[in-house]
């Protein structure tokens, strides 16, 4: 086998228990300019904070526990997989890529998220997707409290239910919710669901390989009525 | 604007309703919306003119001017950045967005703090091509709208700053009207062309010290540890935010009085929401020092500075350094004479010009309209900015060789008298011609 034969199918190990996070993202960083291992996995991450955030390379990073704040914050181009729970910021300014999280995420998932696609298969928190400026997201179970709060581009998937105030002061981000809405945010509102978005919805769901109907979701959106600051609105600011 | 015209003597103007106030109620019945501008703070504020120096005499003696050295570099982020800047003098250009500002008036800002060796900073709305083109000491703000954010960038950046609020607005998110908001703007900040952009107030994933502490974690892993991180705040309750930054991890701290300026902010906000840049520098100064972390933690100060007595001044109250923004522009030719017929034209005039909100600017500074814009240049802009900086600097070295140091970072609040009750409580030093600090 050559060596850049063997570099790619090797899995590099990585015990947080016995080797810092700054060596392990110092190591991870190194692979944008240079060529190493493409696969990894991260053991004993015990909730540690910043875990393979700012990556750049085409390596899957498989990490078997819980993470703290920001795993994979700012991640492109990396598939980066949590086998546990992530805490507050998971994928935070997504730019491109995957970030998949097998069990809950607590709040701002994804959020200014610019790109990729994050999956999450339990719950997310509160303001999941806050400020998502192109990223998708897609939530196996419900959301949180201001989840899409001023949302200005991408998608959210929710399929189970969402919280109080989805969407407040969404700008263009297109949000599906397959369960119950508590109440919508100012100047988010319920809009048709056509072909295009089921399409949409159907291919986010496959990507994410969560088995739900597209034609069971609803879809909400901006009303653009606050886009432009106008007296009659002062009551929704 | 004040009317200049002679009136019958015995007609008396309200100081309570002066025409400003007038003028005010009338506009706000006949718009229902509340008045947004730029410029910072037009009230009446205890600032660093109430203060004075001690000039040399017998028991303290000068260096000679021009002839005895008198160091002005400084260095932020010596705590825990592998890079820190080393900027040859004690001014920085604070941040300024590209979308506030056009792209010809960042671009100037850059040639100018380079060609004297300092800093200049982005602002809400991401970092442009011409401003890291032309800047070699870049600071990338981290906002909470988080605008333009990109990991490129924070790795381009020779330093992070992340803005926890401004002087102008401590509490309150960004603005900038639709007519700002071009083709280049719309897509930097993923946002519809047209609308009014509104950036949140509070940053999306963190909230608190503690988090804070966290975020900047990230912020050193996502760049190896190699960039200074700044933290900013407002100035309002300016004694626990420096000690909670400090505990945060920051290796450079920027506290921006209420006089620091804004492209767009309500009027009641700009007027009433903060506390003035003299306190609070020294306030931020004594915090830094209680911990120990005076020096290690740098200080810069922002808010009003507009010559060297100024700048003098806040280092001698404990700061590393300070930052100009609406001095900045001003010395570019914002509020210029040249531009007053076309100032008149919208209904303004130079030297009170004050609607940078607008886009309608005669200098092309704070404008995204490309004729406009096309009127700067920012070749001269550059060189005036630079001028201006070297004259900040002359002065700032005049006023410490008067004192008899040989860095200006030697200044300190012994070398100051206060000239109002007010400045000396708030400096902590001595009312002119008295042994009294009130308080002390």
């Known amino acids: 086998m050559a060596v850049a034969e063997r570099e790619h199918a090797a899995v590099e190990v990585v015990d947080l228990a016995t080797t810092s996070l700054r060596e392990l993202n110092r190591r991870l960083h190194e692979l944008a300019e240079a060529p190493g291992p493409r696969h990894w996995r991260v053991v004993n991450p015990s909730g540690a904070h910043a875990v393979a955030c700012g990556l750049d390379a085409d390596v899957e990073v498989e990490i078997d526990g819980h993470v703290g704040y920001y795993c994979a914050g700012m991640n492109k181009r ?28 607590s709040q701002s998932a994804g959020a200014t998220g610019r790109g990729g696609l994050l999956v999450v298969r339990g719950n997310a928190s509160s303001r999941c997707g806050i400020s998502m400026k192109g990223i998708d997201i897609v939530v196996g179970g419900s959301v949180g409290h201001m989840s899409a709060f001023m949302a200005q581009t991408g998608c959210l998937v929710v399929c189970g ?3 109080e105030a989805l969407g407040d002061s969404i700008y263009e981000a297109r949000l599906y919710v397959r369960g119950s809405v508590a109440s919508l945010g100012a100047d988010c509102v319920e809009k048709e669901l056509t ?7 159907r291919g986010l769901l ?12 609803r879809r909400y959106g901006s009303a653009r009525r606050l886009y432009n600051f106008h007296i009659d609105n002062a009551g929704a600011y | 604007m004040p009317a200049t015209e002679q009136r019958p003597w015995n007609l008396r103007e309200s100081y309570l309703f002066d025409r400003t106030v007038i003028a005010e109620i009338q506009r706000a019945a006949a718009e229902g919306i509340y008045d947004i501008r730029g410029f910072g703070a037009k009230r009446r504020l205890p600032h660093f003119d109430d203060l004075l120096f001690l000039g040399a005499s017998i028991s303290r003696y000068p260096l000679e001017g021009y002839r005895e050295k008198c160091a002005t570099d400084v260095v932020l982020g010596t705590r825990f950045a592998k890079k820190p800047l080393e900027l040859k003098i004690p001014v920085t250009i604070a941040g300024m967005s590209f979308g506030a500002l056009s792209a010809p008036a960042k671009e ?7 060609e004297v060796g300092t800093s200049t900073t982005t602002g809400d709305g991401g970092m442009t091509s011409e401003e890291r083109e032309h800047s070699k000491t870049l600071v990338y703000q981290l906002l909470p709208s988080r605008y333009g954010m990109n990991p490129d960038d924070l790795r381009r950046a020779d330093a992070i700053e992340v803005v926890v ?39 999306p994933d963190w909230t608190g010290p503690d988090d804070l502490e966290i975020k900047i974690t990230e912020l050193r892993e996502i760049t190896d540890w190699e960039k200074p991180i700044f933290v900013k705040v407002g100035a309002t309750r300016t004694y626990y935010d420096v000690q909670l930054a400090v505990k945060a991890g920051a290796d450079v701290i920027v506290v921006d009085g209420m006089q620091g300026g804004t492209a767009a902010t309500q009027d009641v906000f700009i007027e009433h929401v903060g506390i003035p840049t003299l306190p609070a520098t020294r306030i931020a100064a004594d915090a830094l020092q209680e911990l120990g972390m005076h020096r290690q933690v740098q200080l810069i100060v922002s ?40 100032y008149r034209e919208i209904g303004s005039a130079a030297g009170f010009y004050d609607d940078y909100q607008a886009g309608l600017d005669p200098a092309g500074i704070s404008t995204q309209d490309e004729q406009l814009a096309e009127r700067f240049d920012p070749i001269l802009g550059g060189r005036r900015v630079a001028n201006y900086l070297r004259v ?16 200006v970072h030697n200044l300190e609040p012994e070398d100051l008298v206060a000239l109002t009750v007010e400045a000396a409580a708030m400096a902590k030093v001595p009312l002119a011609g008295t042994d009294w600090i009130p308080g002390r």
Do not use: W, Y
């Open chain 1, 161 to 163: 239910d969402a919280g």
């Open chain 2, 108 to 114: 100037a800002l850059g040639r100018g703090a380079t």
């Open chain 2, 303 to 342: 808010g009003g500075i507009r010559g060297g007595a100024d700048v003098a001044k806040a280092l001698a109250l404990g700061a590393d350094a300070v930052s100009i923004g609406t001095a900045a522009l001003v010395a570019m030719g914002d509020n210029a004479p040249e531009h007053d017929e076309a």
């Open chain 2, 392 to 407: 900040l600097t002359l002065e700032t070295q005049t006023l410490a060789r008067a004192c008899g140091k040989s860095h």
């Open chain 1, 195 to 201: 072909d295009e978005h089921t399409a949409k919805v």
């Open chain 2, 165 to 203: 609020g401004q002087g102008a607005k401590p509490g309150g998110g960004g603005m900038l009207l639709g007519h700002k908001i071009s083709d280049r703007v719309a897509e930097m900040r993923s946002l519809p062309k047209g609308i009014d952009q509104r950036s949140a107030s509070r940053h």
């Open chain 1, 206 to 217: 496959d990507a994410a390989g969560i088995d739900a109907d597209p034609a069971d979701f």
């Open chain 1, 78 to 105: 990396a598939t980066v997989r949590v086998h546990g729970n992530a805490s507050t910021g998971v994928a935070e300014n997504l730019m491109s890529g995957r970030v998949e999280v097998d069990g809950n995420v």
